[in-house]
C-alpha cells in the first residue's frame, strides 16, 4: 500500500476514498485496459477475411502491444490470471475468459470441429508472446514466432 500511495502522491484515506481497495483499482485498471489497451478482437476476427489470416492479425497485434511499452511488456490479462490474490485473478481470467471465448466463437463459424484446438494454440502462442516480451525479446524475435505460427494456421486452415 505504501507504494501505490506514494506513487499516486497521496495518503491511504484518499486511496480508499478513490478506489475502496487495491483490488478496487486493479479492477478499474483492468476495465481501463479492457478498453484502450486489449486486443481489439471485433476489429480484428472479421468474417469476411479467411480466419487464418485473422488469427495472424491477432497474434501480430499481440506482438505489437506486447512489446510496446518496455516497462510495462507483456499482457495486463495473462499476467493477472497468475496473480496470487484469487479476487484479483477472477478478475483478470474473467476478461481472459472472454477473449478467448470471441476467438472460439469466431473459428467456429466456420471449422467448429477445429474451434477448441486452435483456440487452445492461439491462446497459447498468447501467452508464449507475453512472457517472451516480459523476458525482454524483442519484437523481431516476437514476430519470427509469429510468421511460424502463421505457416502452421496456413495449414490447418485451407481457405
Known amino acids: ?6 506513487a499516486f502522491g497521496i495518503n491511504p484515506p484518499s486511496f480508499y476514498a ?3 481497495s487495491k483490488l478496487g483499482l486493479y479492477t478499474r485498471v483492468l476495465d481501463r485496459y479492457s478498453h ?4 481489439p478482437f471485433a476489429e480484428i476476427l472479421r468474417d469476411d477475411r479467411p480466419v487464418a489470416q485473422c488469427l495472424m492479425s491477432v497474434l501480430h497485434e499481440a506482438a505489437r502491444r506486447y512489446v510496446a511499452d518496455p516497462a510495462a511488456a507483456g499482457c495486463l ?27 472460439r466463437a469466431y473459428i ?8 477448441v484446438r486452435l483456440t487452445d494454440f492461439v491462446s497459447t502462442l498468447m501467452a508464449g508472446l507475453s ?14 514466432t509469429v510468421r511460424l505460427a502463421g505457416l502452421a494456421l496456413e495449414q490447418l486452415l485451407p481457405r
Open 1 to 6: 500500500m505504501a507504494d501505490l500511495t506514494k
Open 18 to 20: 478513490a478506489f475502496g
Open 36 to 39: 484502450t489497451g486489449a486486443i
Open 77 to 103: 490479462v495473462l499476467d493477472g490470471i497468475h496473480c496470487n490474490d484469487s479476487s484479483a485473478r477472477e478478475a483478470a481470467s474473467a476478461l481472459h475468459t472472454a477473449a478467448e471465448g470471441n476467438i
Open 108 to 115: 467456429a463459424r466456420r471449422y467448429p470441429q477445429d474451434a
Open 131 to 144: 512472457a517472451k516480451a516480459r523476458a525482454g525479446d524483442s519484437p523481431e524475435r516476437l514476430e519470427e
